[in-house]
């Protein structure tokens, strides 16, 4: 009986979809059945529709059928296969569609051009059809827009009746309701806090691409942001509602047995939606206590003087961190821990800044230091980051190649790639370079030893090796000062505060604590760190670990336990497990409360020491002590 359905059922969809009359045999020949059988057929379907019978041509419906409910079923099973294409990632066959929908390969045919021609064409995305079937190519980004779209269309609302009963029952339609649920939520919440703009208005749509947004990551499915440099401008950007983002994923994993793990690309487009949709932090500080204004009024006073960048009359800023402030001495507080997913990306890039801001949130206030982690810690720096972007002021380079423009043009290409887009980086030949005045300019990128200059120049081959780029970043990094006759990188170490007593090599198998011990104790026999130096640099490294990729470490502790500015050198011909990483070059830093507002300078001398691989490995190559002495007293000898 089933198959007599299914049969006639196609039938009426090959009338339905022909622009001619057909003919019993042609749709005899379609259904593989006799002509008898499809006779048979059209004799019951003539009680149900209007068919015209034409001897010699063949039969078709007629312009009087009510196809009302025909048309609605094929809407139906467009929006079904949208869905298994779109929101299970599925690879449909035309068998397979055949036989769900029990029409014929025409009309799943006819579906897949609709779906491409005018539901897909909207997006960056397309059909690929292959031997295995046919699947959506599109990115996970745009997967996410058709998944709303297509939710639009598959669900009626009425915009004044956002509830939450019919929201939860319209919506379990498509996601699991322990989802709708645990999203429904996060809008009840936006209802209620205090400290948010929000416009009901764009709840719906919120909701819409959360459920999205958190059905794909449950299957595992991420977004991305390609440009590195991109991401990270956006994430300093976008920091106060990044933030709010974090607490949404994390309100959400309250509400669920299977939790999602947000990248912080997933975060950021969620904070970057909140804010599309006017779902943002007010900026008043009413309802935040008065310890957290004044810390925050601290910190940005020191970091104004440390950062040279006079930020205490920025009242968007203070807001921000002040806000910030009180949510965060709230969990900690009560314990709570906030996860910075940007943390590995903010200690590789911007790890000076990062322990300098912890360095100044333990001189405000030691006891908020013993307690905050460091995911607190990388989010309190991303705000004065923010700011430095803001103010950081775009360079001058010069690019000479003998070879010719076309030479010269292609490095300035490749310079462009990894350099910030607001700098100049201007072509020109040796000829005009001895002409014009060039005092303006940052650095010179040759391709051939030029005579001294009045800037800095870095001389690359013409293909820009991994070093050359490195060096290029270096010049770019540094103060502007140009340091004549500096041709080792490992002599940049030779500093006023490292004394040659403070150097240690080591061969044996040592372990982080003993290291710490050994170092700490010189340092206090000489007075130039008090006690309570040693406990607070464990302390330190509890919170978070000062090691890094290259193999080195830079341990320190509270300014408190400081007499005197300095560092101590430990190398070791064994790696030492140090944290997440192994290390073998370790550069202990006492900075001085005196000395704070030279703490940045201080700091980056130390990091760029150790961020260099080579610089590392050449340090971990010596086989003692003297050697280590030489190595680094090239071109002088310390204090």
């Not at 000489?526 to 193999?551: A, W, Y």
């Amino acid at each position: 009986m089933k198959d007599i359905q299914k049969r006639r059922k196609l039938i009426i969809d090959l009338l339905i979809n022909a622009e001619d009359y057909l003919t019993v045999k042609k749709i005899s020949s379609l259904l593989g059945v006799s002509e008898r059988t499809v006779h048979n057929d059209l004799d019951y379907l003539q009680d149900k529709y209007e068919i015209i019978k034409k001897s010699g041509v063949g039969i078709r419906l007629t312009s009087n059928n009510n196809l009302s409910d025909i048309e609605m079923s094929l809407n139906d099973r467009r929006l079904d296969i949208i869905k298994k294409l779109i929101l299970e990632s599925s690879t449909v066959t035309i068998n397979e569609l055949k036989e769900k929908y029990y029409v014929s390969q025409s009309s799943i045919l006819n579906d897949l051009k609709w779906i491409k021609n005018n539901f897909l064409q909207s997006y960056n995305a397309n059909l690929l059809s292959s031997e295995k079937g046919t699947r959506v190519i599109c990115s996970e980004n745009e997967r996410i827009k058709i998944l709303v779209s297509y939710s639009n269309l598959a669900i009626n609302l009425d915009q004044t009746m956002f509830q939450r009963e019919e929201m939860l029952r319209k919506f379990s339609l498509i996601y699991p309701k322990n989802i709708c649920e645990a999203c429904w939520h996060v809008i009840e919440s936006f209802r209620h806090e205090q400290f948010l703009q929000k416009a009901e208005y764009y709840l719906q749509n919120v909701y819409r691409f959360l459920l999205a947004l958190i059905y794909r990551l449950q299957l595992g499915k991420h977004l991305v942001i390609e440009n590195k440099n991109e991401l990270h401008t956006m994430q300093v950007m976008e920091l106060t509602n990044y933030l709010l983002a974090s607490d949404v994923y994390n309100l959400i994993n309250e509400n669920l047995d299977t939790k999602v793990m947000p990248t912080e690309a997933d975060i950021l487009y969620l904070s970057m939606l909140l804010r599309a949709n006017k779902i943002c932090f007010l900026k008043t500080t009413n309802g935040i206590d008065e310890y957290s204004k004044q810390f925050a009024s601290s910190l940005i006073e020191k970091m104004s003087e440390v950062l040279e960048i006079n930020l205490t009359g920025n009242l968007q800023l203070i807001e921000m961190i002040s806000l910030h402030c009180n949510a965060m001495f709230e969990r900690i507080k009560n314990k709570v821990k906030l996860e910075n997913p940007m943390l590995q990306i903010i200690k590789q890039e911007y790890q000076a800044m990062f322990e300098l801001v912890w360095l100044i949130v333990d001189a405000i206030d030691h006891n908020v230091s013993k307690n905050i982690s460091e995911d607190e810690i990388g989010f309190l720096m991303l705000y004065f980051q923010n700011e430095m972007e803001k103010n950081k002021k775009s360079k001058k380079i010069i690019v000479v190649c003998p070879n010719g423009v076309v030479a010269s043009n292609l490095i300035a290409s490749k310079i462009r790639e990894f350099l910030p887009p607001m700098d100049i980086i201007e072509v020109t030949s040796i000829d005009k370079i001895a002409k014009n005045d060039i005092s303006g300019y940052s650095f010179i990128v040759s391709t051939t030893a030029l005579d001294e200059q009045v800037i800095p120049v870095i001389q690359v081959s013409m293909l820009l090796t991994i070093q050359d780029i490195n060096n290029i970043k270096d010049m770019y990094e540094d103060s502007g000062e140009y340091k004549k006759g500096t041709n080792s990188i490992v002599s940049q170490m030779k500093t006023n505060y490292l004394a040659e007593e403070d150097i240690f090599w080591s061969n044996k198998s040592l372990t982080r604590e003993s290291v710490i011990h050994e170092v700490c104790k010189k340092l206090l026999s000489s007075g130039k760190v008090k006690d309570g130096f040693c406990d607070s640099v464990l302390n330190r490294e509890i919170i978070s670990s000062t090691s890094i990729s290259t193999g080195g470490a830079i341990p320190h502790a509270s300014c408190k336990y400081v007499n005197q500015t300095c560092f101590a050198l430990y190398v070791s011909s064994k790696p030492i497990m140090w944290g997440d990483y192994s290390v073998k070059v370790i550069i202990f830093f006492a900075l001085a409360e005196s000395d704070m507002i030279d703490s940045k300078r201080i700091l980056s001398e130390a990091f760029n020491f150790i961020r260099e691989q080579i610089v590392v490995d050449i340090l971990a190559s010596v086989s003692s002590k003297g050697e280590l002495v030489d190595l680094l007293c090239i071109g002088g000898k310390y204090d």
